[in-house]
């Protein structure tokens, strides 16, 4: 879809008047006036938007801010209605693989032109600031970040002969080895659970090896899991899955059995999950409090983990906002460093950039979440990638790979045909 074209705008305007470094004078004249704000269900707190609000409010005096709490199912359609709408919010928060869909209908407003005056902009976590970027341009501001490392149970480790979490893939694979030897008498034992449908776990064993989804070449998008690097790093997962978790998970996501409860009964000795699931694995078993540990998922070489899939969410413009100069103020102040390390503190997220990372490294159990946020990476930024996202493709992809129905370099080259074709939708 051709993007339309955008009248000059208060962004434009604003960065002549310096927005963030006073009350701009595009501003000065309007006052009484409501900014709307979109952020998300169970993220960012009410204390932090207070917070931020309050200092946007300071500096425009006669403004007040209106955060809408939204609900992340049926939220693309809401977005698209809105952001099509002469009223839609002047900022909303969009998780990050979805930005370029809704940059490429025109419905956000394009912030390259601004990027130097955003906070931060030189070191942002690049598993968020790849999928903001689209076509050139930069349509959404890195937010927060969340990603996933390996839990493990230390007591399962120690009884195994385990001295030190795995530094690399061989080593990890020589301590499932150890762990299903010692707990062969537990039935459906996993050393590590690992759902053949779990995408975001499997792509730090491609990346390990180099191997991309798909690269942009010659102004278009082409499926890359059939090279080489590709290649070994699906082949490797393969043998990380069926050897070190159960037969019956090649065909499933995390989801069903929850693979919280399956660490939790001691089913597993690790699992590849979010900070949020050591809460839930000691709530469903308290005799694991203080028996969880962490490691970075590793690579090939002891001295480079695997890159990790940073999810999370970015924040952005609507194009057709009258309020784009203020937009960009209270963005400017939502993702610096100030209000980053509130979020941290107040609503235990990841902040967006690596120069904040150790604001939140001495938190309970987050020290090797934020270790793992130092080396990301991201899925293609364009809009077809919501369809293979709808389209399980990625669930369609690792599971074949793990379940062995076909041989690998046919299933990678299945989905590089899919992949040339859903990329390349506009």
Same mark, same amino acid.
């Given at each position: ?260 409860? &399956?660490? @939790?009964?001691?089913? *597993?000795?690790?699992? !590849? #999950? $979010? =900070? ?6 000691? +709530?469903? /078993? ?13 690579? &090939?070489? @002891?001295?480079?983990? *695997?890159?990790?899939? !940073? #999810? $999370? =969410? ?6 057709? +906002?009258? /309020? ?103």
């Amino acid at each position: 879809m051709k993007r339309r074209r955008i009248a000059p705008t208060a962004i434009a305007l604003a960065v002549a008047a310096g927005v963030g470094g006073g009350v701009p004078a595009v501003a000065s004249a309007q006052t009484g006036h409501t900014l709307t704000v979109w952020l998300m269900t169970g993220e960012i707190g009410t204390k932090t938007q207070a917070a931020v609000n309050a200092a946007f409010e300071k500096e425009y005096p006669g403004w007040t801010v209106n955060v809408e709490i939204q609900q992340w199912g049926g939220i693309s359609t809401k977005l698209t209605a809105a952001l099509a709408s002469s009223t839609p919010p002047d900022a909303m928060e969009i998780g990050n693989t979805d930005v370029a869909e809704f940059a490429a209908s025109g419905g956000l407003e394009n912030l390259a032109g601004v990027r130097g005056q955003l906070p931060n902009n030189t070191n942002w976590l690049g598993g968020l600031a790849g999928p903001a970027e689209y076509n050139g341009g930069l349509y959404g501001v890195p937010l927060l970040a969340g990603d996933r490392v390996v839990i493990y149970n230390k007591t399962m480790f120690s009884q195994a002969g385990i001295k030190s979490a795995p530094k690399t893939i061989d080593q990890l694979l020589n301590d499932g080895t150890a762990l299903k030897n010692r707990f062969s008498h537990t039935k459906d034992f996993s050393p590590l659970y690992f759902p053949g449908e779990y995408w975001y776990a499997a792509l730090p064993v491609l990346w390990a090896y180099g191997g991309k989804i798909a690269v942009h070449q010659g102004g278009k998008w082409v499926g890359a899991l059939s090279t080489k690097d590709s290649l070994a790093g699906l082949q490797e997962f393969q043998t990380i899955q069926n050897d070190l978790s159960v037969k019956a998970s090649r065909t499933l996501n995390t989801n069903a059995p929850d693979q919280d409860s &399956v660490f @939790a009964k001691g089913q *597993a000795a690790m699992i !590849v #999950g $979010g =900070s949020w699931e050591l809460g839930v694995i000691e +709530s469903d /078993n308290k005799k694991l409090t203080g028996h969880l540990g962490t490691f970075v998922f590793p690579g &090939v070489n @002891a001295n480079k983990p *695997a890159p990790v899939f !940073v #999810g $999370g =969410s970015d924040i952005a413009i609507a194009a057709n +906002s009258p /309020n784009r100069a203020q937009a960009l103020a209270w963005v400017k102040l939502m993702t610096g460093s100030q209000f980053q390390t509130d979020m941290v503190h107040n609503d235990g997220l990841m902040p967006n950039a690596t120069s904040l990372l150790s604001v939140g490294r001495n938190l309970p159990n987050m020290a090797d979440y934020y270790k793992a946020a130092l080396n990301s990476n991201f899925t293609p930024a364009t809009p077809g990638w919501a369809t293979v996202e709808n389209d399980n493709v990625m669930e369609t992809l690792f599971s074949q790979v793990a379940s062995g129905t076909r041989n690998v370099a046919a299933v990678a080259k299945s989905v590089d045909n899919q992949l040339n074709s859903l990329l390349n939708a506009q």
